[in-house]
């Protein structure tokens, strides 16, 4: 049908109309807000690339909380910056670890919160990587029984899910088999099954002090070029007992998140990481941007393209917003 029997703008002429054919809605449902956590009390700090965005103590995380939760917010994911760093991370997964007290406080003053927590190598290696590291190489199979320790850490400590970033091979089944045999059956895991070696991390690697010491993280994070290889992630993390799968970086995988959502029937997550963020900040501080407008656009899209769940540093912001 072609113009002048069909105006698109008909449907377009005000705000009644807009309203009333609009296709897709943020929710307060929708977001997850990452939080770092650090040692110590009545710590503050803010994160030099990163404006608006802290590194906080476990009771300035309550404090936090309280006003987030009056907003909307239903769920944060938590970072940990341990006491002290090691080869193999054994920091991560102690029972008074940065991470498994701050779940623990959580969880007491306000039960019904999601706390998800990441489980990864990077922030407690010494050598910043993601795994077990041998001569310069980032092992996979020895990795995988370290962060399935960390995983029951985190949900002996009250976590109501684990969510693996390291990208090893094989690590959502190990989680799965650990927390089963532990009788935490219940507990769902949300696999970054696509994550792109990026360079949209560089802000986070500031705020969790995790850069990687040498190297990269080609060897296990994906391809950027790659789209099909997402899905053949994505494929294997469900077979191996993921509940939630995630894209990451968002903005700039926005057809991966599409394709996700398409190809397999389960919730999609996208990271709207610290590079993203940042970059909405820095451009709204010089007055070059709207950064409300552009956030919510920015938010919008992720969602329009498939996402279920959005893990943003804008979630305080978005929440007020909507
Ligand atoms: C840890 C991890 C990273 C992010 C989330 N979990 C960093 C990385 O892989 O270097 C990035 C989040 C962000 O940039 O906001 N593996």
Redesign the pocket.
Known sequence: MYFPIYRPRRTRQNNFFRDLVRETYLNKNDFVY?LFVCPGSNIKKEIKSMPDVFQYSTDNILRELESLIKSGLKSVIL?GIPEYKDPTGSSGAINKGVVQECTREIKKYFSELIVIT?V?L??YTSHGH?GVVKDSKILNDETLELLALQALSHVEAGADMVAP??MMDGRVGEIRKILDKNGFFNIPIMA?SA?YASS??????D??E?PPQFGD?KSY?MDMANSREALREVELDIQEGADIVMV??ALSYLDIIYQVKNKFNRPVAA?N???E?SMIKAAGKLGWIDEKQVMYETLLSIKRAGADIILT?FAKDILKMI
């Open positions: 990452p970072f990441d990864c990077c922030e993601c970033s390291d970054y994550k949209f991390y560089g802000p986070f690697r705020a969790a995790s993280r994070q990451k970086p990271y990481v610290s590079g963020y540093y």
